[in-house]
């Protein structure tokens, strides 16, 4: 087994549901660009690229048509072998069953579980009721699907802690611990390092900081050891004033840090062999 103890994840986070052409015009939105920043991602060192999908004016979706032809324009890169992380939200307004048939559908690797209900931007509720998330959790494990349990604030470690007691999450979790939106915990490192000591024994785990919360909370992640999401679901700016050109650039910054603090990227193939991922082969 090869050591991989100085190896990070780097998660590419493409396009998300909130960021517009109007934040930054290099944002993705149609199946063959996101198609095609998912394979820049991965030439530049990502090893999982977190999918969502966009209607094509751009607003959020759930129409499967887009995430099958997204999928599919992927994994066309036969050269390509990137973890795929599709989404389980999308959007406050979507249904169960329009959250869940993608992943049950295409197979990826990893899905998100959001662990808890949050006043999402001040503005709405994103909804995560106990029913919905004990139907994906089976619905994850009945595919061989990772959860990528996402967390916003501390009750969502407790509740995804409840969940592995239930049965509903299988031990050793995966936690991707996101900072800075609004209705969650802020971008400090004192809140990382709470949250990061909150979680199970034997967790992985990664974080990311949105907005300007970006740089000092993926410095701070790899102080801690953890590993890495990018992208420009959760910032757009490449810094205070200036819109990144792609995706693939945030990628190229994470894969420099690590090495200048003396580790490395990790493959897809490392990667699936840190976070316990089963393979989907097409």
């Not at 396009?15 to 993705?28: H, I, K, M």
């Not at 998912?38 to 979706?61: E, F, L």
């Not at 072998?81 to 990893?110: K, M």
């Not at 199970?200 to 990311?208: K, L, V």
């Amino acid at each position: 087994m090869p050591d991989l103890k100085n190896k990070r994840v780097i998660t590419a986070a493409i396009t998300g549901s909130w960021p517009t052409r109007e934040d930054n015009p290099n944002l993705s939105i149609t199946p063959a660009e996101i198609a095609e920043d998912v394979y820049q991602c991965w030439k530049a060192g990502a090893a999982i690229a977190h999918i969502h999908v966009r209607n094509d004016d751009g607003t959020p979706s759930t129409d499967f048509s887009k995430y099958q032809e997204t999928i599919d324009r992927i994994r066309a890169h036969r050269d390509c072998d990137i973890c795929l992380n599709i989404t389980s939200s999308g959007s406050v307004d979507f249904g169960d069953e329009e959250r869940i048939r993608p992943l049950q559908a295409l197979l990826p690797e990893l899905a998100s579980f959001d662990a808890g209900t949050l006043n999402w931007q001040h503005r709405t509720v994103f909804m995560n009721p106990p029913a919905f998330l004990e139907k994906l959790g089976l619905a994850l494990q009945m595919c061989s699907i990772k959860p990528e349990i996402e967390i916003f604030d501390a009750g969502m470690v407790y509740n995804a802690i409840h969940y592995i007691k239930t049965g509903i999450l299988k031990s050793p979790c995966h936690f991707q611990i996101v900072l800075g939106a609004a209705g969650g915990m802020p971008c400090t490192v004192e809140n990382l390092v709470f949250l990061k000591n909150i979680l199970p024994e034997g967790s992985t785990w990664a974080a990311c900081g949105i907005g300007r919360g970006h740089l000092p909370m993926m410095m701070a992640t790899i102080a801690m050891g953890g590993h890495l999401r990018v992208g420009m679901e959760d910032n757009v700016m490449w810094l205070k004033g200036v819109k990144a050109d792609s995706n693939a650039q945030f990628v190229t910054r994470a894969k420099q840090l690590l090495e200048i603090n003396g580790l490395e990227a990790a493959t897809p193939e490392e990667a699936r062999e840190i976070y316990g991922l089963t393979r989907k082969v097409f």
